[in-house]
Every structure is written in structure tokens, then in C-alpha cells.
Antibody, heavy 115, light 104 residues
Framework: EVQLVESGGGLVKPGGSLRLSCAAS????????MSWVRQTPGKGLEWVGR??????????DYGAPVKGRFTISRDDSRNTLYLQMNSLKTEDTAVYYC??????WGQGTLVTVSS | DIPMTQSPSSLSASVGDRITITCRAS??????LNWYQHKPGEAPQLLIY???SLARGVPSRFSGSGSGTDFTLTISSLQPEDFATYYC??????FGQGTKVEIK
């Protein structure tokens, strides 16, 4: 079955860290560019960042609100995408999705940043 | 990051209406433009990719056009299940602000 499954969300205090994972199955993960997208409460969709496939250089890029705080990585041997989130702020509270940038989306995982 | 300007931010329409949503990039992005439908509590659904290609399983009343900096999404005959929020996105990059389509 072709799917993406996120995990790792939860409640964290401002300034804290959290790592999200996205397990991929049923497609050629290693050849895919992958993105993280979030939806904040009452707001629209926001692109968090993406990572290229290794064959295209494997480099990540980030949206301005998270640059310098978040890190995207991938382990193609495990078909898994990661989002390391540091120095979390209350405004990072959102449902986080991983996606192949097209039709494949995970179910989302909720991150709540609150004291 | 290339900011995407989407308009209108909301619209009211009736079942059967034809509606058009526009999206503008601040510089040319070729046809690297996707359109999504998003309903509360669900993952976004891809409607159109590469500016004008209909995604698998999407009804033909949805269509997309444009290239470079200006793009449009058209729904030819609005159906009850189409009331949702629509987003444009440069592939693997920024989204537009969204257009909420509501029942008149």
C-alpha cells in the first residue's frame, strides 16, 4: 500500500525540541523529493521545507519562519523522512504533514507548543 | 521562497456556478504549480499538478491553466462537495493564502 505515516507529535514547552518522523511505503522513496507542510489553528497551509532526492543532491530548503531552527533529513535505507524542530515557539503549534509534493500525504501529527 | 498571491481570499457561490481562482508568482515558475482542495480535519487533496494536469481521480469539472507567473483554477459547475478551501502551491515551495469557497 502506498502511504505516508507521521509520528512524533506531542506537547512541548517553548524553547524545547521535538523530532517528527514520516515512514514511507509502497513507492520509490529514495527517488522522491519530500516536503513537510503544516496547518496552524485557524490559518492556512504553510510550507515548512523540503529535501531533494540524493540523486538530485539531497539538499534541504526551508521556509523563512523555520529557517535556522528546523532541520529536514532522510534515511533512504529506512524509507523515512525526519523533521528536527528546535527552539520551538508557540506559533509553531500546528498539524504537520509529510508529502511527496503531489498526491501523497500523511494523516498529519499534532505539535502543541505551550507552557 | 517565492511568495504566491492568491485571489480572492473568499467567495460565495451557488451549486452549478462556474468559479475561477487566480494565483500569481512573484517571478516565473514555469508550470511548477499545483492546486489543492482542503477540508477541515483532512489531508489536502491534489487537484491539478504541473499547472494544467488533472490529478488521478479528480472530476473533470476542475481545470487549471497558466504558466510563468499567472495561473487559474476553474470549477465549471460547483457541486455541494466542492465547498472547501483551495490553495495554489509552487511545487515543493510556498503556498498561496487560500481561497475559501462558501455556499451562497
Amino acid at each position: 500500500e502506498v502511504q505516508l505515516v507521521e509520528s512524533g507529535g506531542g506537547l512541548v514547552k517553548p524553547g524545547g525540541s521535538l523530532r517528527l518522523s514520516c515512514a514511507a511505503s509502497g513507492f520509490s522513496f529514495s527517488n522522491a523529493w519530500m516536503s513537510w507542510v503544516r496547518q496552524t489553528p485557524g490559518k492556512g497551509l504553510e510550507w515548512v521545507g523540503r529535501i531533494k532526492s540524493k540523486s538530485d543532491g539531497g539538499t534541504p530548503d526551508y521556509g523563512a519562519p523555520v529557517k535556522g531552527r528546523f532541520t529536514i533529513s532522510r534515511d533512504d535505507s529506512r524509507n523515512t523522512l525526519y523533521l528536527q524542530m528546535n527552539s520551538l515557539k508557540t506559533e509553531d503549534t500546528a498539524v504537520y504533514y509529510c508529502t511527496d509534493g503531489l498526491q501523497l500525504w500523511g494523516q498529519g501529527t499534532l505539535v502543541t507548543v505551550s507552557s | 521562497d517565492i511568495p504566491m498571491t492568491q485571489s480572492p481570499s473568499s467567495l460565495s457561490a451557488s451549486v452549478g456556478d462556474r468559479i475561477t481562482i487566480t494565483c500569481r508568482a512573484s517571478r516565473s515558475i514555469g508550470t511548477y504549480l499545483n492546486w489543492y482542495q482542503h477540508k477541515p480535519g483532512e489531508a489536502p487533496q491534489l487537484l491539478i499538478y504541473a499547472a494544467s494536469s488533472l490529478a488521478r481521480g479528480v472530476p473533470s469539472r476542475f481545470s487549471g491553466s497558466g504558466s510563468g507567473t499567472d495561473f487559474t483554477l476553474t470549477i465549471s459547475s460547483l457541486q455541494p462537495e466542492d465547498f472547501a478551501t483551495y490553495y495554489c502551491q509552487e511545487t515543493h515551495d510556498m503556498f498561496g493564502q487560500g481561497t475559501k469557497v462558501e455556499i451562497k
